[in-house]
């Protein structure tokens, strides 16, 4: 059984349990490492992780799934992870997806260009259990503090609609007053 560090639960961001909620999705072509990821977030609460071996369909999982965070392996037969982030970040979503990408490619070459194609973080196998659970908690956190500045930018937007047309209609009754 994997322990939840103990930094998790006091960690900066908050209560664990408010992640639990939070969809991952996992693309890696080896089933070894999707198991251990799985088991990994499962012991610390995560409830929402789909998982995709096959990479071709990555791209459509994440349309559909709509994950808070990605974890993805960079090398895999059919498509591989810089293909798959490239098609994600061109797609043009204004929503922020942070992406973990997964690799034993150790190359600043690899690095670059994964961070280069919209990666937000990037570990290596074999990686450190608490290092990979720190670091999805604090991109979903990130993730979480996104989601609410969008509400609350359209809140203020939808609001500002409304005055605005409240000030156009005191403008118009005045100016017929006026008449």
């Known amino acids: 059984m994997i322990a939840s560090p103990p930094t998790m ?30 088991d990994m977030l499962s012991e610390v609460g995560y409830k ?21 965070l990605l974890l993805l392996d ?14 994600l970040r061109s797609a043009g979503e204004e929503v922020f997806l942070p992406v973990i990408v997964l690799t034993a490619d150790a190359s600043e070459e690899t690095k670059r260009a994964a961070l280069g194609a919209g990666a937000t973080d990037f570990l290596l196998k074999p990686f450190d259990h608490t290092e990979v659970l ?26 500002l609609r409304e005055r605005s047309l409240e000030l156009r209609e005191a403008h118009v009754n005045l100016e017929n007053a006026r008449v």
Do not use: Y
Request: proline share 3%.
């Open 9 to 38: 639960k006091n960690a900066w961001h908050g209560d664990m349990r408010a992640f639990g909620r939070m969809k991952i999705l996992i693309v890696d072509d080896e089933p070894l490492n999707v198991a251990l990821l799985e």
């Open 48 to 68: 929402q992780v789909r998982s995709v071996t096959d990479s071709r369909l990555a791209v459509a999982t994440c349309s559909t799934f709509a994950p808070d």
């Open 74 to 87: 960079l090398m895999m037969p059919h498509v591989d992870g810089l293909s798959i982030l490239h098609s």
């Open 134 to 159: 720190l670091r999805i908690a604090n991109l979903l956190e990130m993730r979480r503090l996104h989601i609410q500045l969008d509400t609350q930018r359209a809140a203020l937007e939808d609001a």
